[in-house]
């Protein structure tokens, strides 16, 4: 009996002190940099948010979980800040996750919301989250950080952009529109038809919209670029890709508004002002890489690019200045994502 | 290496305090006349474990998953109650490991392997365990190895009713009933079944919130039945059988503890197998015919994600084989086999078709202390022929007369692609190669009467696996996955396992445990400063151990079976793992024995300790959870 005490004691404790080894406090400054959201596996819960900091010149991972000492969740998607509040939305868990931007604690974490996607404001207290399953746009009261409502745009819904007292939500999965919402009354006003899968949006300098749509999964279309007047919410300009095999998507801009990015077998560039696409490639994907997103910063153009590698080991954040040279390649999460400028004018 | 020595450790302390099983009171049988039942023979060289009727009657109310999980060295790596399960050997995976009903594969073809949480213990007479290249004395692709379920006659004038009734924890509750009858010529084989399941059991959700949460696990229930009808015919040279086995399943899957909403997943598997046999013998020579066509539905509904996958494959095999001696102490074994196999799902472009011709040619000698084993099999595929494969086994026995034996073997072994890896839309590569791995196995085993009532068997293995063209979905040029032949991985560890029976006036005894150290890494690969190479497999324990201690006294019996599981990595770079756990089951029953009729009533207590624990990550597994069976048998 009292071997058998021994044996059962001895095998608890193996359960109970094998936990998941602890990640270092980083102990990094919050000056300015981007966050890196690292999707993680679908329902593999092992997303993670990464930090590059201009200060130290480093990235520090799996920060959420350090912080918060809970897992992040499944599939976090984007993240975006509004004052001294970060938002992460966490897409197979239906959460966003409010955190003190300086700190990364938890303070609130909203749920019921159906696989949401990304999150835009409106102003300081309202916010809309998209979502890839159902048919409404998410209305959050950031004052409570609740659900305050929902605009059913009868379709399903990713890239959200605000001009004014507008928005414009793309139709991505499987469609073909941008909705455009009235966002004084939370009201559907029009639809625009674009290309096939909308994808990603942004704003020039002179305030036009412009839509990058990705032609679909199986590439039986092609991409294009949609430019749109945001006060007529009329086409001005349509580009569309040479051949059905691009495959574009993550579509920003510079500072200046006059310099667009994507992404498509390497980063991309291409004017506001172009006519057609051209053929070179900007930043060439080397074997064994796969440039997953991209984000550009506003104030010196440094261009951070996400290296997914395989898609289950943690992959790479590339930083790049803005003449496409490598600065730096540092190891991130698994299947690091979209990204979220923390930046000052002096930065 | 530190936890290693501790688990050798407890493996080792464990043995006095093991477990025990049924089999009390001594059963006064008729004459019972043993037939040469087409059984796959055991060539020399191999490693070759049976799981018997004494063992299985202890879970003729569960699945073959938990069967397999506590009594072998296969992994079982399970989503939970109501959730699929895979096995796996050695560390390779689970499309790697075939399950055979009577030397026939009945793995998906699109998945390429077997959920055996769906397979009910209480219709199967025999496990057999084929490790590595023994598993190609049956069939083809079994990389890791093979699981053969047997279902088998005994030949004697009775007729046998048992009703078998059960219930538990989280509104289980299950039937199982056998009827058998015939006599020496003739014998007749009914089981049905059916098992519910709620599966709602309690747990601690430590993952959502700064503070551990009780929850319900929800959309987890299950319901499953089906049948096994068996006829066979014999004279004095000929057995011919028939069987039907018809199963289905509706379960909702349930989801990870970090998934909200629930997206409400729902399962229904249907499958319908059926099989005709003939043997004719001849001295010592055995010519046999089989003729199998199984169909399997899979129906997986996603209301949350509008995902209505529908999917019926349909197999038909015809497979002869010739076992012919040659002089006295060689024989020659030749099997040809045609799988003809057609798919239907929307998942694909279109119906998919693939015919497979195999033919194997082995010879085997034993003389004095010597035998070897030579194996070969080509496969045609469709119109195409693929690389020979091969294996080669030698032992010996160490004494003569006493069945101490040293083995040793190596094989190359094939693996075809999946339907899925072929043809799944988007992603379905027509280009793929087989998956293949050199397999090198030395084992020694001895069965030892110790003294009158006591016997020792003690079997080690140790083992090196070499995975090559292994085929992974990865990220492709545009925005979907693709499959390819990427992947190559090591395998090495070892298997020990030492079966003590004691038997002695009214009292029956016996104490079985195992280890295993299995030691998988990932191989090369096409990217720079891969992370994953030389690191362990996610998801392979490098250490298992499994115990059991089953004692009889009279009428009352009692078992205590326990499980450990080491660590398991759940990130390609070994940063992240679950933690290892041990799992103890106690049951205990009575049995009442009147002329020819008995009743058995048994007690379970599964987890006993409660233990915390998950097998993939954020996926609860129950704790403390008890189940009630109640057996009567009629015999006459």
């Known amino acids: ?347 | 290496m530190k936890n290693t020595l501790l688990y050798i450790a407890i493996f080792l302390s464990i043995p006095v305090h093991g477990q025990m099983s049924a089999g009390t009171d001594t059963i006064k049988i008729k004459e019972v006349i043993i037939s040469r039942i087409k059984l796959p023979s055991d060539p020399p060289g191999y490693k070759k474990t049976t799981i018997d009727s004494s063992v299985l009657v202890n879970y003729s109310n569960s699945n073959l998953s938990d069967m397999l999980s506590e009594n072998t060295d296969i992994f079982i790596k399970s989503y939970g109650m109501g959730g699929t399960a895979t096995p796996a050997f050695r560390g390779t995976d689970a499309s790697h490991t075939l399950v055979d009903w009577n030397g026939i594969n009945i793995n998906s073809p699109m998945l390429g392997q077997t959920d055996v949480s769906l397979i009910p213990v209480g219709l199967i007479d025999d496990v057999q365990i084929l490790f590595g290249g023994a598993s190609m004395s049956l069939n083809d692709g079994g990389i890791g190895g093979t699981i053969n379920l047997v279902t088998k006659p005994v030949w004697m004038k009775e007729t046998l009713i048992s009703i078998n009734g059960g219930t538990g924890s989280f509104g289980q509750y299950s039937g199982l009933i056998k009827v058998k009858a015939g006599n020496y010529k003739f014998q007749t084989i009914t089981k049905g079944y059916f098992q519910n399941s709620e599966n709602n059991f309690r747990y601690l959700n430590t993952e959502i919130g700064s503070e551990p949460v009780w929850q319900t696990r929800t959309n987890s229930g299950i319901q499953q039945q089906g049948f096994i009808q068996e006829l066979y015919l014999r004279n004095s040279n000929n057995i011919a059988s028939a069987r039907i086995w018809y199963q289905s399943e509706d379960r909702n899957l349930p989801a990870s503890m970090l998934t909200s909403p629930n997206p409400g997943e729902k399962q229904f598997d249907e499958s319908l197998r059926t099989m005709l046999n003939y043997d004719s013998f001849k001295g010592n020579a055995n010519l046999s015919f089989t003729g199998a066509w199984m169909m399997s539905r899979l129906n997986y509904f996603n209301p949350l994600a509008s995902i209505d996958s529908r999917n019926l494959s349909e197999i038909l095999t015809l497979k002869a084989s010739l076992d012919n001696p040659i002089g006295e102490y060689a024989k020659l074994k030749i099997v040809l086999e045609d799988q003809s196999t057609v798919i239907n799902s929307n998942n694909y472009n279109q119906h998919k078709t693939r015919n497979t011709a195999t033919l194997a040619a082995s010879i085997e000698r034993n003389k004095n202390r010597f035998g070897t084993t030579i194996l070969l099999r080509e496969i045609l595929d469709n119109s195409t022929l693929l690389i020979p494969d091969f294996s080669a086994g030698v032992q010996y026995r160490l004494i003569e007369d006493k069945p101490y034996y040293l083995k040793a073997n190596i094989s190359r072994n094939s693996k075809m692609p999946t339907m899925n890896d072929l043809y799944w839309v988007p992603g379905g590569n027509h280009d793929l190669k087989n998956e293949y791995d050199l397999v090198y196995e030395i084992s020694y085993e001895m069965n030892q009467k110790i003294s009158g009532p006591l016997n020792l068997k003690y079997n080690l293995a140790v083992f090196r696996y070499n995975m090559k063209d292994m085929i992974q979905w990865h990220p492709g040029q545009y925005s979907y996955w693709t499959a390819d032949n990427i992947q190559s991985a090591k395998s090495t560890g070892a298997e020990s396992s030492v079966s003590l029976d004691y038997m002695r006036n009214k009292i029956n005894a016996s104490l079985k445990a195992g280890y295993s150290y299995t030691r998988a890494v990932a191989g090369g690969s096409n990217i720079g400063n891969d992370i994953s190479i030389g690191k362990q497999l996610m998801y392979i324990p490098e250490n298992k151990s499994t115990a059991a201690f089953r004692i009889g006294y009279k009428n009352i019996y009692s078992s205590w079976v326990a499980n450990l599981i080491g660590q398991r990595y759940i990130t390609v770079d070994n940063s992240k793992y679950l933690p290892g756990y041990f799992i103890n089951n106690l049951s205990i029953g009575i049995k009442f024995t009147l002329k020819s009729s008995s009743i058995d009533m048994n007690f379970d207590i599964d987890n006993l300790f409660n233990v915390n624990y998950q097998s993939i990550a954020y996926y609860p597994l129950p704790g403390r959870s008890y189940f009630m069976k109640i057996l009567f048998q009629l015999t006459k």
């Not at chain 1, 990640?23 to 000056?31: E, Q």
């Not at chain 1, 959201?37 to 593999?44: H, K, Q, S, T």
């Not at chain 1, 009868?154 to 909705?179: D, L």
């Open chain 1, 1 to 347: 009996m009292k071997n058998l005490v021994n044996i059962v004691i001895i095998s608890l404790m193996i359960v109970s002190c094998q936990k998941t080894p602890e990640f270092p406090n980083p102990n990094y400054s919050l000056g300015g940099g981007v966050f890196v959201v690292d999707e993680g596996n679908f329902r593999a819960g092992n997303g993670s948010l990464s930090f590059y900091s201009y200060d130290s010149s480093k990235i520090y991972n799996d920060l959420f979980n350090s912080v918060n000492g809970r897992p992040l969740g499944d599939v976090p998607n984007s993240m975006a800040i509004k004052g001294d509040k970060a938002y992460i939305i966490v897409n197979n868990s239906g959460k966003i996750e409010v955190m003190d931007q300086s700190t990364l604690k938890s303070t609130t974490t909203i749920t019921g919301l159906i696989s949401p996607r990304n999150i835009s404001f409106v102003n300081d207290n309202k916010a809309y989250v998209s979502s890839l399953y159902s048919d409404s746009v998410t209305i959050i009261n950031l004052s409570s950080n609740s659900i305050s409502g929902y605009i059913n745009l009868r379709r399903t819904s990713e890239a959200i952009a605000i001009a004014g007292n507008k928005a414009f939500i793309a139709n991505w999965s499987e469609g073909k529109e941008i909705m455009v919402v009235n966002a004084l009354i939370d009201k559907v006003l029009d639809s625009i038809e674009v290309g096939i899968e909308p994808e990603s949006m942004t704003f020039d300098k002179n305030g036009m919209l412009w839509v990058l749509c990705n032609g679909g999964w199986a590439r039986q279309n092609y991409a294009e670029l949609v430019e749109i007047d945001p006060n007529t919410d009329y086409i001005e300009k349509t580009i569309v890709f040479p051949t059905k095999e691009a495959s574009p998507t993550c579509l920003k801009i510079d500072g200046l508004g006059q310099t667009m990015y994507y992404l498509d077998n390497g980063v991309r560039q291409l004017d506001i002002n172009a006519m057609e696409i051209p053929s070179s490639i900007f930043i060439i994907q080397e074997s064994g890489e796969y440039f997953y997103k991209i984000a550009i910063n506003p104030y010196n153009n440094d261009i951070f690019v996400t290296d997914a590698v395989d898609f289950v080991q943690q992959g790479y954040l590339l930083l790049y200045n803005s003449t496409g040279t490598l600065v730096s390649k540092l190891r991130a999460g698994i299947i690091p994502g979209s990204m979220c400028f923390k930046l000052s004018i002096n930065t």
